[in-house]
Every structure is written in structure tokens, then in C-alpha cells.
């Protein structure tokens, strides 16, 4: 086995040396590099440069030289900021002209004035070749050479009406390529099929010149593994690592400070996410993001692709041998042709087989609106995303509570039983079509819930205090309603746990039965990233390291390591919590699963980390105003004096959703 990979890895290596030696090659291979068209890369200063970490510039990144920049700085610019001096190209870039500019952004380009014009030298791009057939070869740039969002406003949208796409094919196309390099791009038919897990759909085929990859073309499929790239999507994947350059840093692209993906940038797929506000992304790591950033997102690089017509194209050969990429074998009984894995595929992600069970005792302390009672039929919410019981059919109970007289809570009781009413502007977010969403079918008219007994699991028992952890997400509401940087202790989040949240959910003597706890926030493990200083809550929500990489997640009955799908992680929201906004997942193995976030900052102080449907962290995190994650709040009582009642327990073992 040995020798003959060894015998495969050489011929890949002849191969490749064969083609950038001989000087008139009429084809590359699969897996060689070559250059083609030029782009604003490298950096010209005129002394020390400090804007962007040593560890993740390359070499040739920053020219210093003051005497080229003095002559920059006096130099004659055309429309397009492009000028050029003893036959070389450059563009010069201000603030104004980049997609983020700030001066204090951790791994960021530092802007010390973004008014200040800064100068780039043209260089030649290079291109992984993927793959080559009948005399065309499909590209992916080797570096991202620039950063754009995936949108420039907020809302639902495919690859086919992103202003990403327009860029790329106008701004881009006419800045990298040459009239004579741009009629050597092929048009090509751009499939875009719905996202793999969620079946979000994204939109209709295109004809681009220029484009990004789709999820099919980075795993799950016989292509991703042709063109070099690990077909699952639950691994780090080298090959899916990639470095921004130093002008797509300068232009707003986040760079890593973790060791094993120092320097690297994520990118965007054409793939939408888990909603059409969200598209997929490929991190640092090299680890697929399924359910997406969402679409506004300003920091993530660029990886154009384009297909070239050899036979037209001016192309010049990277000297440097290099082999095909690695090959992966694909397992029969989970791959048929390009078919992997879906909505209804027996295969959705490989997961870690659990040895242990963890079992947690459970009690009942407080109540919260959770069952909606209504008069006729019920599709607000797709069937499997119903538990028993969420759904009360009482025509008449219906028509008394349409009559009933409310507080200024909307509140009201009949027969001794508590109740709740709402409309779609007391929701976080309302629509009447949003998949995997509670469907709104008068946004004027009042919906009516039952209050239920919250049920808890106790994660920890020191003396006669409880640590609990709410066994269904009872509520949603964004971490920040204002898209900044922002910490646990400021943000509007804890403030309305610990006032709406608390007040609705617990009388007066369970109030003051529940304890002020110290709540530490470390900075995210993998980035760094602060989460604020310390606080003292009666309700908060968990953090990383009590989810994850710690023994303290261990203590409380969730496994420690990271980067596995963990089902003692996977929880649902309340009918209630679905009409306020919550999503809910369509994948098969987690169907009505809802993800919740966590109090850890992600990989800026913009975003916050969540858990997914599937059990398993997201560190890089969401932006702190997603609208329609569920929350899972967490308190600590006195059982002296707290009148709770005991619940069933819990099993990890029977958390299969």
C-alpha cells in the first residue's frame, strides 16, 4: 500500500514538474498552479507597519520602501485609483473605499487614519487548477484576493440576486483581468442547488464568469473529493484552509490568531444557509458551516472561481512542483454518485458515539407561556416540530379568552388557569412564508397560550443549592438589538432576563428563592475574543466553558471536547418560543431541534457563540442581533425554600432528536 501511493504521490509530482518546465505546455493538470490576471496585493509603506499581525502576513506582503511611496503619494490616479510608475500597477485605497475600516478591531486591519491613503502593488494571481476537461480548466484563486459581503442589506437572498455575484462579475472581473484575459473566461452554468442539510433553497441557476463554490463542490460529492477536498463536513479539512492578502485584510478581512489556522480567513460558498438570510461558509479551520453567517456579514475573504479556455487563455505556469491533492475514499454505503447524505438521508453527520449516559434529575419551579390554544386547525407549525400537548383545540376556551378582559401584561386568568395573549408585534420577528418558522396568518390578530410549569434539569447540587438549566427553550430574543460590539454585562439580553423574563416567569416567593450568581466570562477558547467582565445574575445563560472544553461541561453532563455533535446538547423551544420567532431544524435526525446561544462573544465581540441543532458549537459565532435563535436560560435556587416539584428525569441516551 505504501509503496504504491508512494509510486502515485511522484507521478503527481512528474507530472506537474512536466508541466511548469516545458515551456510551451498546452495543458496544466488537476492540482498544479499557475497565474493568471492581476489584482492589489501587496502593501507599499514608508516605515514600520503595524496594522496587521506579523503571524499572518506572507512574505512580500509589505513593501517598505519611502522613496516608491513618496512617489506614490504625488502620483497621477485615473478614475479607478490605478496608476502606474516605471510600468508597474497600483491602486491606492482609503477607508472610504474599504468594506469595514476600524482602528481598534481585533484581528482586523488597524486604520489609524482611515482618511490616509494606502498604496498596493498589482501582483499576478494565482489559481489552484481543480480540474481540467475538454481543453478548459476551472480555477480557485490560491489567496482571497478581497472581501465583499455576501449582501448589502439585510433580508432574504440567493447567490442569483446577491450583490456578491454583481461585484464579482463587474467590479472584480474588469479589476483583475485584462480585455483579452476577460474574453478567455468562460461562461459558465452555475448550479445551485438547496443546502445540503437544510433544504433552504438557493435560487435559480445562473451564468457567471465569475462565481464561488457551492457546498457540492467542497464535500459531500465524488466532485469535491476530484477537486481535493475532505468529503465530510464534520472534519477540518487543510485543504479548505486559505490566507486572504494583505490588501483583501486591508479592504476587511478577519484573520485567525488560533495556532493551527494562524493567519487564515473564512470564506463564503454560494450556498445559502439554514434561512435565505444566511449563506455558508467555510472556516479558518477548513470546517464547513452549514447553517451560514448571515448574508451582511463585512469581514469574511473572497475565493473567486472561474473556468478558463486553455487554448485562449494567457496563462503563465507557477514553477513549483505540486501533486493532484489528496484523495479520499468514499464509503459505499453512504455515497451513490453525487447523492450525499439530505433531508431524508439515513446519513447527516458524522457524529461521536457516546459510551456513557448521563442522567439528570428534573424539577418543576416557576411557569411560562408554552401551549397555544386555538379554535380550528393548526399548521403554524410543521408536525414534527410539535411536542405533545403544545397544541390545545378548544373552540370554546378560545372564543372566552377572545372575550376575556387582559392586564396591561396581556395577561389573564380563567378558572384558575394563567394565560397569555400575543400578536405578531409583541414577536421578535413575524412573517407569514418563512420556512422553519411559526407562520403568521394575521399579523393583526392575537394568539393565546397557556402558562405550563417550566421543567429544569439540575446540573449541579452544592448544599441546598441547585444549578438548573431549562429543560426546553422557553422564549427567544436577540443578544443585542443594535449590531456592535458588545459583551454579556451590556448587552440587552441579560437585561431582559434578569427584568421581563424573571417577572413573567416567577412569582415574588420563588424570586426571592432563586440565588445572585457570579458569573465569570472567560474569552472565547479558540479566538481570544473578550466576553466582558464578570456579573452577578439571578438568570443568565451557559458560556463555553460550561458547554464545552472543560471539565466543568463534564460536571454538568455535556461532553467536554469540542467539535463533535453532542445530543445531551440538543434541545427544542415551546410552541410560544416558535411564535415569538424561534427556528426550528427540518434535518431529519434533529427535526424540531432549535439552536440557542451562549454568553461567550465569537469570533469578533459582534458575534456570539451558539449551539446548534445538531449538538455542536459554533464558535466563530452569529451576529448579536440573530433575530430567531432560542434561548436556554439557566438560574440557581435555594431547594430550602423553594417551592419546586420533581419532574422526570432526563437521559442523554434518549436525546436520539
Known amino acids: 500500500m505504501k509503496k504504491s501511493s508512494s509510486l502515485l504521490l511522484l507521478a503527481a509530482v512528474i507530472a506537474a514538474t512536466v508541466f511548469t518546465a516545458c515551456e510551451k505546455a498546452s495543458f496544466p493538470i488537476a492540482g498544479s498552479r499557475l497565474y493568471f490576471g492581476s489584482y492589489p496585493t501587496n502593501e507599499v509603506v514608508d516605515g514600520t507597519f503595524m496594522a496587521v499581525d506579523g503571524y ?49 478591531r481585533a484581528q482586523h486591519y488597524r486604520w489609524e ?26 480555477l480557485l484563486a490560491d489567496r482571497m484576493p478581497d472581501s465583499h459581503p455576501f449582501h448589502d442589506s439585510a433580508g432574504d437572498v440567493s447567490w442569483s440576486g446577491s450583490s456578491l455575484r454583481q461585484w464579482l462579475n463587474t467590479a472584480f472581473l474588469q479589476r483583475a483581468f485584462s480585455p483579452a484575459e476577460q474574453e478567455s473566461i468562460v461562461e459558465t452554468a452555475v448550479e445551485n442547488a438547496p443546502n445540503h442539510y437544510f433544504g433552504t433553497s438557493c435560487g435559480p441557476d445562473t451564468k457567471d464568469r465569475v462565481f464561488l463554490l457551492s457546498e457540492a463542490d467542497v464535500f459531500s460529492s465524488n466532485k469535491a473529493v476530484a477537486y481535493g477536498f475532505d468529503p465530510s463536513d464534520g472534519k477540518t479539512d487543510p485543504a479548505r484552509r486559505f490566507h486572504a492578502t494583505l490588501y483583501a485584510k486591508c479592504r476587511g478581512a478577519w484573520w485567525s490568531p488560533k495556532d493551527s489556522s494562524l493567519g487564515g480567513s473564512f470564506w463564503f460558498l454560494r450556498t445559502s444557509g439554514y434561512t435565505a438570510e444566511n449563506a455558508v461558509y467555510v472556516g479558518a479551520e477548513g470546517d464547513i458551516y452549514n447553517r451560514g453567517q448571515v448574508n451582511t456579514c463585512d469581514d ?62 428534573c424539577l418543576y419551579f416557576g411557569a411560562y407561556p408554552a401551549n397555544e390554544i386555538v379554535g380550528d386547525t393548526f399548521n403554524a407549525v410543521d408536525d414534527y416540530a410539535l411536542a405533545d400537548g403544545d397544541v390545545i383545540l378548544d373552540a370554546s376556551l378560545y372564543a372566552r379568552l377572545e372575550k376575556a378582559e387582559w392586564d396591561d401584561d396581556d395577561d389573564t386568568m380563567l378558572d384558575g388557569v394563567r394565560y397569555h395573549r400575543l400578536r405578531s408585534e409583541g414577536a421578535v420577528t413575524a412573517a407569514t412564508d418563512r420556512e422553519q418558522h411559526y407562520r403568521w396568518r ?9 402558562y405550563a410549569p417550566i421543567k429544569w434539569r439540575v446540573l449541579k447540587i452544592t448544599g441546598s443549592k441547585a444549578l438548573l438549566l431549562a429543560d426546553r427553550m422557553p422564549d427567544t430574543h436577540p443578544f443585542h438589538g443594535q449590531e456592535m460590539d ?26 426571592a428563592a432563586m440565588l445572585e450568581n457570579r458569573i465569570e466570562n472567560a474569552p472565547n477558547a479558540y479566538f481570544g475574543t473578550p466576553s466582558g467582565p464578570e456579573t452577578h445574575d439571578k438568570v443568565f445563560i451557559l458560556s463555553g466553558n460550561e458547554v464545552f472544553n472543560s471539565p466543568l461541561a463534564a460536571d454538568y453532563g455535556f461532553y467536554p471536547g469540542s467539535g463533535l455533535d453532542d445530543p445531551a446538547r440538543r434541545f427544542r423551544s415551546t410552541l410560544y418560543a416558535k411564535c415569538r420567532g424561534a427556528w426550528w431544524s427540518p434535518v431529519e435526525a434533529y427535526r424540531g431541534n432549535s439552536f440557542w446561544l451562549m454568553r461567550t462573544s465569537g469570533y469578533t ?53
Not at 487563455?313 to 447524505?341: H, L, N, Q
Not at 394575521?442 to 397557556?450: E, I, K, P
Open 442 to 450: 394575521d399579523l393583526t390578530a392575537w394568539h393565546y397560550f397557556a
Open 56 to 104: 499572518a502576513l506572507n512574505d512580500g506582503d509589505v513593501i517598505a520602501d519611502p522613496a516608491l511611496y513618496a512617489k506614490l503619494k504625488h502620483a497621477l490616479w485615473d478614475e479607478n485609483d490605478d496608476t502606474k510608475l516605471d510600468g508597474k500597477r497600483y491602486h491606492r485605497l482609503r477607508g472610504d473605499g474599504a468594506v469595514t475600516a476600524m482602528g481598534n
Open 486 to 511: 458588545i459583551d454579556w454585562r451590556r448587552s440587552d439580553l441579560r437585561r431582559w432576563l434578569n427584568d421581563a423574563f424573571l417577572k413573567r416567569a416567577f412569582s415574588g416567593q420563588e424570586s
Open 113 to 138: 487614519h482611515p482618511e490616509a491613503w494606502h498604496y498596493f502593488a498589482y501582483a499576478p494571481i494565482k489559481w489552484r487548477v481543480l480540474s481540467v476537461s475538454g481543453g478548459k480548466a476551472l
Open 300 to 361: 469574511a475573504a473572497v475565493l473567486p472561481a472561474i473556468v478558463i479556455d486553455l487554448s485562449r487563455a494567457p496563462i503563465s505556469p507557477v514553477i513549483e512542483a505540486t501533486t493532484a491533492g489528496k484523495k479520499y475514499s468514499i464509503p459505499s454505503e453512504r455515497y451513490t454518485g453525487d447523492s450525499f447524505g439530505g433531508l431524508n438521508s439515513p446519513w447527516v453527520r458524522e457524529e461521536h458515539k457516546f459510551s456513557h449516559e448521563t442522567r439528570w434529575s
Open 605 to 657: 465581540p459582534g458575534n456570539i457563540t451558539y449551539i446548534c441543532d445538531f449538538g455542536y458549537i459554533y464558535n466563530q459565532g452569529t451576529l448579536v442581533t440573530c433575530d430567531d435563535a432560542a434561548l436556554l436560560p439557566a438560574i440557581t435556587i435555594d431547594l430550602s425554600s423553594a417551592g419546586y416539584t420533581i419532574a422526570p428525569e432526563v437521559s442523554s441516551k434518549d436525546i436520539i432528536r
